[in-house]
């Protein structure tokens, strides 16, 4: 019991559904903004009523490009050609909760909870310093979340679709995230 180690919540990009990498290797912070949509208005009566009409999440990601990442070259491709259309911005994100650091997974199989989501990417710039290639990123949230379990072994993530019930998963709009 207690906090949860920050390693314990991983998110893996592909851009092919069958190559993975993990995200965060070269930064000390990792968050997805969930950029809230909310407004507070006050009537003439004097109430006041508060409205979130949703999220748009996104992440931006310091990247330092490696060769042996599988998102290197679809990464290095927007980069290099500007690309915005969906054939090569086009992939999908895995986050989960697991039972145990993801640097660990590489000996031990990790279980949790997460979701996929399907995602578009955006090439913030690319060079960097003298530490490393960089080729920083934002991942932009381009549909519903499908909630499931996530299993890592080898450092390799498996995502099963289904909420922990069994039962579609709902988001605010009451569309089923699992469709």
Request: glycine share 10%; charged share 20%; with cysteine.
């Amino acid at each position: 019991m207690g906090k949860i180690l920050r390693g314990r919540r991983a998110m893996w990009l592909t851009f092919d559904n069958k190559e993975y990498t993990c995200l965060g290797k070269d930064s000390d912070d990792l968050s997805i903004d969930t950029n809230p949509d909310t407004e507070t208005i006050k009537n003439v009566q004097g109430e006041t009523t508060f409205v979130n009409n949703g999220y748009t999440p996104s992440m931006s990601n310091e990247y330092i490009a490696r060769e042996e990442d599988a998102i290197y070259e679809p990464i290095q491709y927007i980069a290099d050609n500007l690309a915005v259309d969906d054939e090569h911005t086009s992939a999908t994100m895995i986050v989960a909760t697991l039972d145990i650091e993801v640097k660990d997974t590489g000996t031990t199989t990790a279980t949790g909870t997460g979701y996929s989501v399907p995602v578009k990417i955006v090439v913030d710039n690319d060079g960097g310093s003298t530490s490393g290639y960089a080729i920083p990123f934002t991942i932009n949230e381009d549909g519903n979340r499908t909630q499931g379990s996530v299993s890592v072994a080898n450092k390799v993530p498996t995502f099963t679709a289904g909420g922990a019930s069994g039962t579609p998963v709902q988001s605010e709009a009451g569309k089923s995230l699992s469709d």
